[in-house]
């Protein structure tokens, strides 16, 4: 699944690789999330892409718009214990506090 995401991320930036990580270290989140969802317009099934569009939305502050990223994640892979872990605390944040445990549990089963 790496080498897919390499790909589209060459296909993104004309041939060269720019991962959504170098958005973080300049403090772009936003750049990230916009990476990340033309990513996701090439090639929807792309796990580590939607894993980490929830956590830039979850970065932002967007706790409505991670917790919905991270239920598409977790349809690829239900026992992603990062996917969890984010999902709870963006639960939290929305002071679903039984839905953030039951998560956040989760994370501890599947880490």
């Given at each position: 699944?790496?080498?897919?995401?390499?790909?589209?991320?060459?296909?993104?930036?004309?041939?060269?690789?720019?991962?959504?990580?170098?958005?973080?270290?300049?403090?772009?989140?936003?750049?990230?999330?916009?990476?990340?969802?033309?990513?996701l317009r090439l090639k929807f099934d792309v796990l580590e892409s939607h894993n980490?569009?929830?956590?830039?939305?979850?970065?932002?502050?967007?706790?409505?718009?991670?917790?919905?990223?991270?239920?598409?994640?977790?349809?690829?892979?239900?026992?992603?214990?990062?996917?969890?872990?984010?999902?709870?605390?963006?639960?939290?944040?929305?002071?679903?506090?039984?839905?953030?445990?039951?998560?956040?549990?989760?994370?501890?089963?599947?880490?």
């Amino acid at each position: 699944m790496a080498n897919d995401h390499r790909q589209e991320s060459r296909l993104l930036d004309g041939g060269k690789t720019i991962w959504p990580a170098r958005y973080w270290k300049r403090g772009d989140i936003d750049g990230a999330i916009a990476h990340l969802e033309k990513s996701l317009r090439l090639k929807f099934d792309v796990l580590e892409s939607h894993n980490s569009l929830t956590y830039a939305l979850f970065r932002k502050g967007d706790a409505d718009a991670a917790i919905a990223e991270a239920h598409v994640a977790l349809n690829f892979d239900p026992d992603n214990g990062g996917t969890h872990a984010v999902l709870g605390m963006a639960l939290m944040t929305k002071g679903l506090l039984d839905e953030a445990i039951a998560q956040l549990s989760k994370r501890l089963r599947f880490s």
